[in-house]
T-cell receptor, first 114, second 118 residues
Framework: KQEVTQIPAALSVPEGENLVLNCSFT??????LQWFRQDPGKGLTSLLL?????REQTSGRLNASLDKSSGRSTLYIAASQPGDSATYLC?????????????FGKGTKLSVKP | GAVVSQHPSWVICKSGTSVKIECRSL??????MFWYRQFPKQSLMLMAT?????????EQGVEKDKFLINHASLTLSTLTVTSAHPEDSSFYIC??????????????FGPGTRLTVL
């Protein structure tokens, strides 16, 4: 069964710093992997979707990488801003049970201080 | 494109009542919809998977008689929490996966419904 782990659980950085969030997954038989942002009490905002055929996906200051062989993905945030403060969730699909539902990590809570 | 809506966005009810939550795919047909639950400071956990026109598949530990799921059309799935109790208070989020090119194998999430049972 797919297990998704995110490290670190929480991260506090000063504004302007570049940072990396890590995600690892146990079942590499995936078609894609997604990164989400969740603000307190809110739903999910999809940030990046990386297809298994891709190694990287970029959107603005965000860059996500995927290495299926090692079961790892990273989310790189450049020039962090206070508005980036949120919980970032990594999710990988699992096809062995419920038709490809997403398995979520516990998230990394990011705090960017002005 | 690929928008998923949920209604209501929040609901407060008394213990013992039933609450229905709707999940709609607005601009694509969703063959499969997933219902997730998120308790405070926890990650999302899958409750059940529903396919249009067939019975939902529930995850281990989720009571199917308590959480009734109906997926009667390709754009609508409903989750009914029957005889709700305070421990059912949670954030319920649905996602939809469709047939249209561009949305295949990709799940699109609704904004969530916050349920508070008094």
């Amino acid at each position: 069964k797919q297990e998704v782990t995110q490290i670190p659980a929480a991260l506090s950085v000063p504004e302007g710093e570049n940072l990396v969030l890590n995600c690892s997954f146990t079942d590499s038989a995936i078609y894609n992997l997604q990164w989400f942002r969740q603000d307190p009490g809110k739903g999910l905002t999809s940030l990046l979707l990386i297809q298994s055929s891709q190694r990287e996906q970029t959107s603005g200051r965000l860059n996500a990488s995927l290495d299926k062989s090692s079961g790892r993905s990273t989310l790189y945030i450049a020039a962090s801003q206070p508005g980036d403060s949120a919980t970032y969730l990594c999710a990988a699909p699992y096809y062995g049970g419920s038709q490809g539902n997403l398995i979520f990590g516990k998230g990394t809570k990011l705090s960017v201080k002005p | 494109g690929a928008v998923v809506s949920q209604h209501p966005s929040w609901v407060i009810c008394k213990s013992g009542t039933s609450v229905k939550i709707e999940c709609r795919s607005l601009d694509f047909q969703a063959t499969t919809m997933f219902w997730y639950r998120q308790f405070p400071k926890q990650s999302l956990m899958l409750m059940a998977t529903s396919n249009e026109g067939s019975k939902a598949t529930y995850e281990q530990g989720v009571e199917k008689d308590k959480f009734l799921i109906n997926h009667a059309s390709l754009t609508l799935s409903t989750l009914t929490v029957t005889s709700a109790h305070p421990e059912d208070s949670s954030f319920y989020i649905c996602s939809a996966r469709g047939l249209r090119r561009g949305v295949r194998d990709t799940q699109y999430f609704g904004p969530g419904t916050r349920l508070t049972v008094l």
